[in-house]
């Protein structure tokens, strides 16, 4: 049987770091519900990064506390993830409540100086250290290696860096590794390939893809990553995002789109595609341009629009 496939929003946290303005608190708790409600499986929002780096995250660890706090409203069956970079971030996500701790390291060894101020073999260390951790406090803990298609500093990356970081996830007993393409380098025979190489490393591997789409080849990614055997699909609503500590910052892959594109199929029809259309159109609102994502301003292929609300 194949799998479900998880839908794993980062938006809220991939989506908005990059951005000049600044998401109100109320705002970004009306989009996080909305997707949630939406049927979304996870949603990322926030990261534990200082303040004064990444404004846009100053308010995180409020976010967290109202949204998982008891008694708290749940709209919808999603879990609620944030970054961590290090282990004092982890202690503030453990104190907040985050119920998906996310973590990951950059193969590329200029990357994760820029994003971390560590070389990847000192951040590998630290952030393997860090996740054991964080299942030790019984969170649900998802590990990843950026840059892993390419760096925009350093052009290509070794695949062999890319999987000796994998080992020492594994070796350490995480298996739920997702694999980002950051600078929007990867192509699909590539996705193929190196999907293909981390899912031989052990059976009980659950892996999940990230895709910029700085060339145009996101959606192309998404496909191939799910031919290899990937079952969880990182996106961001209407197409926002970009690592604010890369060469070229460049949106993800629209939640609106791949879902679009997976009901075409047959599959995720569960999710609510005009909710998702809904928010971003709302999220263009907000900032006042046009987004990336392409079916927000489409609207569905004839064989779906059946499911959007009227305008």
Same mark, same amino acid.
């Given at each position: 049987m194949?799998?479900?496939i998880?839908l ?12 000049k ?7 970004k ?6 997707l949630? #409600?939406? =049927? @979304? $499986?996870?949603?990322? *929002?926030?990261?534990?990064v ?9 308010? %995180? ?8 706090a008891?008694?708290?409203?749940r709209?919808?069956h999603?879990l ?6 290090? #282990?004092? =971030? @982890? $202690?503030?996500?453990? *104190?907040?409540?985050?119920?998906m701790?996310c973590?990951?390291v950059?193969?590329?060894? %200029?990357?994760?100086r820029k ?5 990847v ?8 250290a860090?996740?054991k ?5 019984g969170?649900?803990v998802q ?7 390419g ?5 290509a990356?070794p695949?062999e ?10 070796d350490a007993g ?13 192509c699909?025979a590539?996705?193929?390939r190196?999907?293909?190489?981390l ?6 591997i ?5 895709f910029?789409?700085?060339?145009g080849?996101g959606?192309a ?13 990182e996106s ?7 690592c604010?500590?890369t060469?070229?910052a460049a ?8 879902v679009?594109?997976l009901?075409?199929e ?5 999710v609510d ?5 809904e ?5 263009e609102?907000?900032f006042?341009?046009?987004?990336p ?8 292929a ?10």
């Amino acid at each position: 049987m194949t799998p479900r496939i998880v839908l794993h929003e980062v938006g809220p946290r991939d989506g908005l770091q990059v951005e000049k303005a600044v998401a109100p608190t109320e705002t970004k708790l009306r989009w996080i519900g909305a997707l949630s #409600e939406a =049927g @979304l $499986d996870v949603v990322q *929002a926030g990261s534990f990064v200082h303040p004064e780096k990444v404004p846009q995250m100053a308010d %995180t660890d409020e976010l967290f506390r109202r949204l998982t706090a008891p008694g708290a409203e749940r709209k919808g069956h999603a879990l609620y993830s944030g970054l961590v970079l290090n #282990e004092k =971030g @982890l $202690d503030r996500a453990l *104190a907040c409540g985050v119920e998906m701790v996310c973590l990951g390291v950059s193969a590329s060894e %200029t990357h994760s100086r820029k994003n971390t101020g560590m070389g990847v073999a000192e951040a590998t260390g630290r952030i393997v250290a860090t996740a054991k951790k964080a299942v030790e406090a019984g969170r649900k803990v998802q590990v990843s290696v950026q840059s892993a298609f390419g760096c925009g500093f350093e052009g290509a990356v070794p695949e062999e860096n890319v999987l000796a970081i994998a080992r020492s996830y594994v070796d350490a007993g995480l298996l739920t590794i997702s694999l980002a393409d950051t600078a929007g380098h990867a192509c699909p025979a590539q996705v193929e390939r190196l999907f293909g190489r981390l899912l031989e490393l052990d059976p009980g591997i659950e892996a999940a893809c990230h895709f910029h789409d700085t060339y145009g080849a996101g959606m192309a990614n998404v496909w191939a990553a799910l031919r290899a055997g990937v079952v969880t699909v990182e996106s961001s609503f209407a197409g926002l995002g970009g690592c604010p500590f890369t060469k070229v910052a460049a949106g993800n892959v629209a939640t609106e789109d791949v879902v679009h594109t997976l009901q075409r199929e047959g599959k995720r029809t569960d999710v609510d595609l005009a909710r998702l259309i809904e928010i971003a159109r709302d999220v263009e609102s907000f900032f006042g341009r046009e987004m990336p994502g392409r079916v927000h301003r489409t609207g569905p292929a004839p064989q779906l629009r059946k499911q959007e609300s009227p305008a």
